[in-house]
Structure formats: C-alpha cells, structure tokens
C-alpha cells in the first residue's frame, strides 16, 4: 500500500476551471494533508509526520460554485489584460448576482455599475439596483434610455401603421440596452 497525492492545477483555461484543493491520502484512505481550494498554495507534506494540514474546502456546493465563478471572472480579466469591468443593473437577481462575482473578482474600485430604465422599469427595481450598488460600494450611473424608446416606439409605428403591441414594445427594451 502506498499513500497518493492528488495534485491539482488553479485557474480558468477556456472552458476549464481546475479547482486547485490538492490533497493527500494515506494508505487507509484518509485525507492526510490538503491544499485549499481556488488559489494558489504551496502544500509540503512529510510521509514520517501523522499532524499534516487539512486546510477547510467550501462545505456547501453553492460556497464551490461561487469561488469557481469568481476564478473564473478573476483569471479570464488577468489573462487579457482587463482591469475594470461595466455591467448593467436592473435590480434583478441577475445582474446582482453577476456584480456581487464581478466586485469579489476585481474589486469594487473595477465594477461600474449601469441602470438603463425605461416606463417599464419599475421604480423598486431601479431602488433595487442603487441598493445593491451602495452596497457592494460599486460607483453606479443611472441612464434612462426612455427618449430612445420613444424613437423606436415612433420607427416602429411608422413600418406597421400604429403603434406595435406592448409586449412587442417591452422587448425593445433590452434591444436598446
């Protein structure tokens, strides 16, 4: 019997994240020493000594999906070469999920947040997203894009003879954006 060593890269590579979490296992199967996951760690491990490191993994599997998204975000900006990153905000679950990544991968002085309201936006959405902007401490811009919509609305009425139906209309809106 021998003990095996498990050793593993950290980082995005295309459509690949190697997760890192390196680990060491003895002869009777029990994890011995580990490194931690989603970052770099040197793990030394010595075959004579039995008190190794076990460094703590993620428990749940919502704690790996979001420091494996955050990796990601982290290593593709790294690799080419970005530095700040501009996001649209609706105050959806969305597009705070993707800021909360964004401002843990680069930092809150590298997201900017953008809220493009229309009449259909509504106004707990637009309070939403200045929510979750202070408090991610993120800079926001607020840009209502109505005027725009009005052009579309005056295009589109003039190719059909009328102003188009509502949900035909509520879907230009994020053809604006």
């Not at 295309?14 to 029990?30: I, K, W």
């Not at 900006?77 to 843990?104: N, P, R, Y």
């Not at 840009?143 to 188009?164: A, H, Q, S, T, W």
């Amino acid at each position: 019997k021998a003990s095996t060593v498990f050793c593993n890269a950290v980082g995005a590579n295309d459509e690949l994240l190697f997760d890192g979490a390196s680990f060491v296992m003895n002869p009777h199967g029990q994890m011995v020493a580990s490194a931690p996951a989603f970052e770099e760690a040197l793990l030394l491990w010595d075959t004579d000594d039995k008190a190794q490191s076990i460094e703590p993994w993620p428990e749940r599997d919502e704690e790996w999906l979001f420091q494996a998204l955050v990796l990601g975000v982290q290593d593709y900006a790294l690799k080419s070469g970005v530095t700040k990153i501009c996001l649209g905000l609706s105050g959806g679950i969305d597009s705070s999920v993707l800021a909360v990544i964004a401002t843990k991968a680069l930092g809150k002085d590298s997201v900017l947040g953008v809220l493009l309201p229309t009449r259909f936006t509504s106004p707990a959405s637009t309070e939403d997203a200045l929510l979750l902007a202070g408090r991610l401490n993120i800079r926001s811009l607020l840009c209502p894009i109505d005027e725009l919509f009005k052009y579309y609305e005056r295009l589109f009425g003039e190719l059909v003879n009328g102003v188009p139906q509502s949900i035909t209309m509520e879907n230009i809106q994020p053809r604006i954006r």
